[in-house]
């Protein structure tokens, strides 16, 4: 069974970086596309962005596109969500999922509410954006 888990969250002022990173735990991520979602206080949980097995095709949600870029190191068994201009309406626990089919992550990321039908997800990992 394939465990992943998030690390890289914190408190960042506004205008901030952060990079988060999502590994797998005894096993390989080689095959799977792997999906950053995020959740807010009292708010659904929404996709962020995805990447497929390959890394050749990565989508973006329209409020992150140009402040956010995922990517994936193949050695390191590791995808990573680079996140610049951190506004506070970013500030969330931040998920990792994965899923050997694409189009289901792609899918998952772009139409609400289709990440109910993802069964593999990390623990989370914090982001706070505040001054």
């Known amino acids: 069974q394939l465990r992943l888990v998030e690390s890289g969250g914190g408190l960042v002022q506004p205008g901030g970086s952060l990079r988060l990173s999502c590994a797998a735990a005894?096993?390989?991520?080689?095959?799977?596309?792997i999906g950053w979602f995020r959740q807010a206080p009292g708010k659904e949980r929404e996709g962020v962005s995805c990447?497929?097995?390959?890394?050749?095709?990565?989508v973006y949600t329209d409020s992150v596109k140009g402040r956010f870029t995922i990517s994936r190191d193949i050695g390191k068994n590791t995808v990573y969500l680079q996140m610049n201009s951190l506004e506070p309406e970013d500030s969330a626990v931040y998920y990792c999922?994965?899923?050997?089919?694409?189009?289901?992550?792609?899918?998952?990321?772009?139409?609400?509410?289709?990440?109910?039908?993802?069964?593999?997800w990390g623990q989370g990992t914090l982001v706070t954006v505040s001054s």
């Open positions: 005894r096993s390989t991520l080689d095959w799977y596309a």
């Open positions: 999922a994965a899923d050997v089919n694409w189009e289901i992550l792609r899918t998952a990321v772009t139409a609400d509410p289709a990440y109910r039908n993802l069964e593999v």
């Open positions: 990447i497929s097995p390959d890394g050749s095709s990565t």
